[in-house]
């Protein structure tokens, strides 16, 4: 899988393998931060309940790593 930033809040997450891409948007409220994947498993088509998906957890990831590469210089 590979993560990139695709604008502010945003990741386009895509599998390499099968080559589908999703956008992973994370959106703060007060002290909280929520995630969303355009995926089945994060915006889910039947009546389920959204999940957290690989993809979000990747997006997590790189933004995290940004932020502390950002704060080291």
Known sequence: MSVRRYG???YEATNKQ???SYLV???RLGASVLGKCTCEAGTPSSERQPMVCKHLFAAVIT???IVR???AH
């Open 25 to 27: 948007r994370f959106l």
């Open 69 to 71: 590469m950002r704060h």
């Open 18 to 20: 099968k080559g589908h």
């Open 63 to 65: 933004h995290r790593a």
């Open 8 to 10: 502010p809040g945003v």
